[in-house]
């Protein structure tokens, strides 16, 4: 069973950043594209950015030059480097595997706010 620990989220002023840290239990990890994803009281959860096994990154065009995704396949770990952050980046992140979704993690919560 693949199960996702993210952490990292946080209160931080407009323009700040943070880094989020997905661990994924389960071999599958290597093999497997990923995704980070963000989800707002009343609206449904949105695919931020996605990364192959290999490493190839897609950004939904609202986080485009401000975040990037990484993983270290050796840690079964995926990243999210948010920098200028905006008061609409403020929602619950989490991890998941991108295209073929799993049971949900706890997230995690980033507040963007002065």
């Known amino acids: 069973q693949v199960q996702f620990v993210e952490s990292g989220g946080g209160l931080v002023q407009p323009g700040g950043s943070l880094r989020l840290s997905c661990v994924v239990s389960g071999s599958i990890f290597r093999i497997v594209a990923m995704g980070w994803y963000r989800q707002t009281p009343g609206k449904q959860r949105e695919l931020v950015a996605s990364?192959?096994?290999?490493?190839?990154?897609n950004y939904v065009d609202s986080v485009k030059g401000r975040f990037t995704i990484s993983r270290d396949n050796a840690k079964n770990t995926v990243y999210l480097q948010m920098n200028s952050l905006k008061p609409e980046d403020t929602a619950v992140y989490f991890c998941?595997?991108?295209?073929?979704?799993?049971?949900w993690g706890q997230g995690t919560q980033v507040s963007v706010s002065s």
């Open positions: 998941n595997v991108f295209g073929i979704l799993r049971t």
């Open positions: 990364i192959t096994s290999s490493g190839s990154a």
